[in-house]
């Protein structure tokens, strides 16, 4: 017999809920939803229409491509951001990790996720278009490839230094220094300080 | 700058939510709030109504004080528990630790809490009368005293063993002493003594 087969429907259902996150198992998707019994009224209302409303709330930047309030994330609509400086993540959520830095002052270009052609993911399925007609401008004048460090990471890496190649900007590429292998998202600042640092052109 | 500054306002709000709940911290409330970027709507939408409706789906058993759908709890309705046994426990949250050990048949008593003099929490506080009144139909023929094994629950159940000294029912407690699969290099003294003191002949 499981330990939740006592719950309350209501509960067993919340707890599945739970179990469906990353890294959230069965005893601790428990723990989580029993706390829950004890929060007021009102914060339970207040978590649960966030998360309904959670995808009519959080838009993705046009110029960018990163999780946005509007139709701008903040860093675009920034006046002090420096306009010469592009940094291309794979998503999004790696964004966090370079600003926690505090070293980069530059923009950011989201490709939406990096090369495998083994499972059909080719240019055509990445932002490269967008990150053309950003260039299109003259004002960028460096194009900092922070893909991860890992096998598709630098093949990435690689096939977009020779897609701008030709485009009259600097293209860098973040310096050793992340540990080869590990996911950006979960990266630590102080390593990340060290990789922006370090970053040497793409030859 | 903390990593979740450049987090849309709405990712933000969904982050603090996560960080209420017991044992998540900063960075595991970001990686649980940008999982849920990634749920289809309807999961989204489910998992908000689930929480938005937690207090109005989950009820507590008018019988024993457990978790319940409705106004009785699965095992209070069950046909084939042992209804002369009731298990006091602290709350209701215990009881599945006690189900999962497949070796109870009984019934349960939530007492709602344990004595805390010095916070306030005397005998009234908790479920003391209603214990008296499921005790008046005479079919209760045991009461195992299951309160925890420290300074507070010991005292709780030395009230409780003399409250209803008087009721004609056996009263017991759990057994105290070395947890099974335990390396006793590391058992603390008071375990110790408990398992020394409680221990019995070996047949």
Redesign the interface.
Known sequence: ???????????R??VA?FQ?????GGR?A???A????D?P?E?????????????A???WCHECG????GER???CAAPDRDRSLICVVEVA?Q???F??S?CYRGLYHVLGGRLLPLEGVGPESLRIAELHDRLQGGEVAELILATSPDVEGEATAHFLAAEFAEAGVRITRIAAGVPVGADLS?AD?ATMARALGGRRSFD
Chains 1, 2 share one sequence.
């Open positions: 017999m499981s330990a939740n087969d006592s719950y309350p429907e209501a509960l259902r919340l809920y469906r996150l990353p890294g959230v601790t428990s723990r989580l029993l706390a829950l019994l929060w009224e914060l339970l209302q207040g978590f649960g229409q966030e998360l309904a409303a959670l995808r709330n959080v838009h990163n999780l946005a309030d994330c903040r860093i959520t964004i966090p990790v600003e926690s505090g979960y600042a």
